[in-house]
């Protein structure tokens, strides 16, 4: 199989996840007891769960292989790293972590209640992140020496593809791709 | 019987409904953090500059607020976890002490400040020497 012939993930998993959705309705509607309301029930519940997980799962190894980037997710304007948004990132995948372990963990499993001072938490982080970021556009000099990124637009005259290329450099050196 | 065996069918199928979201949840959960992190040790996500800031003559130097705010956020972050895995079943989210908010708010203040103070008064000052 050629490589332009051969399948890639991004193709591969709704394809599974299409068969694993029709394979898990014939299971259930022949395997699961109770009335037809709850056999539908039942049957939505595994549709939705497979769906969604796939959909996760292709965001997830997109992030893994490269292909969303996030090699800038903390970065600031004009290169280095932001404090505030590390300060954020990892309060969110903590609390988001914490909420989830708490729903599971729960009998019956319910949403717990959230104390105002999380949510002052999350509202302090994310201001200092917001006036941060203002104090920054307010003042351009205030970037850090780092990495400047030059985004070049380039356009084919003969089938009017336009392709970005975006080039990252030291301050002061030449740029390489 | 037959009433009870379909009860039990019934609940089986729910509890293996419930045991596959929370472990699909789980798992693109922990991948997403655990993506994020591998990308920050194998440098993917620049942490470089997170402890620096920028003077008044342009020249980058290690920032003490940066420092402490690192700190705190990481010891209230590790706290808070803590809290969670030793009580996951309580009722709500573990609250946190109005100390410690006004700690945060006090360290984001040194923070802000000293940005605001680089980018706004430093000049200024420079200007009228």
């Not at chain 1, 519940?45 to 903390?74: E, N, P």
């Not at chain 1, 201001?127 to 000099?141: E, F, L």
């Not at chain 2, 789980?26 to 003077?55: H, N, Y």
Request: hydrophobic share 50%.
């Amino acid at each position: 199989m050629s490589e332009l012939n051969r399948p890639s993930w991004s193709t591969l998993i709704p394809l599974a996840s299409f068969f694993l959705a029709i394979a898990a309705v014939a299971i259930v509607y022949f395997s699961a007891g109770g009335d037809p309301l709850y056999r539908l029930k039942i049957v939505v519940g595994y549709v939705i769960l497979i769906i969604l997980f796939f959909f996760g799962l292709m965001v997830l190894i997109a992030m893994a292989s490269g292909k969303i980037d996030l090699s800038l997710i903390l970065a600031e304007a004009g290169g280095g790293a932001s404090i505030s948004r590390f300060q954020l990132l990892l309060f969110t995948i903590v609390i988001a972590f914490s909420l989830f372990l708490m729903i599971v963990s729960s009998n019956p499993m319910k949403f717990p209640d959230i104390p105002t001072g999380i949510l002052t938490l999350l509202g302090i982080s994310a201001s200092t992140y917001a006036v941060s970021k203002g104090i920054q556009a307010s003042n351009p000099g205030l970037a850090k020496k780092g990495t400047e990124q030059t985004t070049t637009t380039v356009t084919d005259p003969a089938t009017g593809h336009t392709q970005v290329t975006t080039t990252s450099k030291p301050s002061g050196q030449a740029p390489t791709q | 019987m037959a009433g009870g065996n379909l009860s039990s069918t019934v609940d089986f199928d729910m509890l293996l409904l419930t045991r596959l979201t929370f472990l699909a949840v789980s798992f693109l959960t922990l991948g997403f953090a655990a993506v994020v992190l591998l990308q920050i040790v194998m440098g993917r996500i620049s942490l470089e500059g997170l402890l620096d800031t920028k003077d008044d003559r342009g020249r980058m130097s290690f920032s003490p607020a940066r420092l402490q705010l690192l700190i705190f956020t990481v010891a209230v972050a590790g706290r808070y976890l803590h809290a969670v895995f030793v009580n996951p079943g309580q009722g709500s989210l573990p609250s946190l002490p109005v100390s410690v908010i006004a700690a945060l708010g006090g360290s984001h203040a040194v923070y802000l400040g000293g940005k605001a103070f680089t980018s706004f008064i430093q000049p200024l000052l420079k200007n009228l020497e």
